[in-house]
């Protein structure tokens, strides 16, 4: 695909988020957040891309990928499009460098395709497993990552009727919560001090911190199969019409629900065309 094309494509999708958000059409923001959480190995403008050209996707992978799967992508199936980068080797590689993929730069797009697990056939895929209402494995791990980054986490009934509260260095909870209020209302924290404590800070609103920790909480939520509720709010206000401001907002807290998700192990995912 020429790079023009690929420029009209990609444009298009961000603007089709962009025009539901102003149309007050915040359900558009939690079908995003929700292919986040199925596709985080992707960058945040190929979940865009993908759920443009299939909105129903559930998992998505190359052609031989889906063959080393021993599934075969059906005739006539039309391939969804996404970036891969293009890169050179910098002035200064040589032969003796020992790690050359950190010297080198990211040149450019192309296109490249996967296919939907819909849009094949073959050996039934391994289920990936789901937590429905008590995901205590999972948050003992999130309670083991919030530690290993030096943050301490305690329980007081003093910050009641707030379920959670973030501080510096510090998350204290409300005890006594169920496993699954206590995960979610976690990962709201986590989204706070991963997002919310450095020099952005000043230039966000609470508005704005409390949305996007709470689409924090919705993907990492959604990609363990925890219901919740939470990250339905209207990201119009956050951005004030500004697209690229949006997507730099959604792109913090894709990358934040990532760290979290892998710091827990929570659903297995294939590597990204």
């Keep these: 695909m020429k790079s023009e094309n690929i420029k009209k494509v990609t444009s298009q999708a961000i603007e089709q988020l962009v025009a539901a958000l102003n149309a007050g059409h915040s359900e558009a923001l939690a079908r995003y957040l929700a292919a986040m959480a199925k596709f985080r190995t992707y960058s945040l403008l190929n979940v865009l891309l993908i759920l443009k050209q299939c909105p129903n996707a559930g998992r998505v992978a190359g ?12 005739q006539g199936e039309k391939g969804i499009m996404i970036l891969a980068p293009m890169f050179r080797k910098r002035a200064d590689e040589t032969d003796k460098t020992p790690a050359k993929q950190e010297l080198r730069d990211v040149s450019g797009f192309r296109s490249v395709y996967v296919w939907d697990e819909q849009q094949t056939t073959g050996n039934e895929l391994p289920q990936i497993g789901s937590v429905t209402g008590d995901p205590t494995v999972y948050l003992e791990r999130l309670e083991a990552f919030v530690r290993a980054n030096g943050i301490v ?10 379920k959670g509260m973030a501080e510096k260095g510090k998350i204290t909870l409300l005890p006594n919560l ?6 979610a209302t976690l990962v709201h924290e986590c989204g706070h001090a991963d997002l919310h404590f450095g020099d952005r800070r000043a230039d966000t609103t609470k508005r704005i911190r409390e949305t996007e920790a709470e ?27 500004d697209a690229n401001v949006l997507m730099e907002s959604l792109e913090r807290v894709q990358r934040t629900a990532s760290r979290i998700l892998d710091a827990i192990q929570a659903v297995p995912q294939q590597k990204a065309a």
């Design 63 to 74: 052609y031989r990928t889906w063959q080393s799967f021993g599934r075969q992508v059906r």
């Design 153 to 162: 986490l305690s329980y007081s009934s003093e910050i009641a009727p707030a």
């Design 178 to 183: 169920t496993p699954a209020e206590m995960f």
């Design 215 to 241: 689409a924090v909480a919705y993907v990492v939520c959604t990609a363990i199969g925890l219901e919740t509720v939470t990250a339905y709010a209207d990201y119009v206000g956050l951005y004030g019409g």
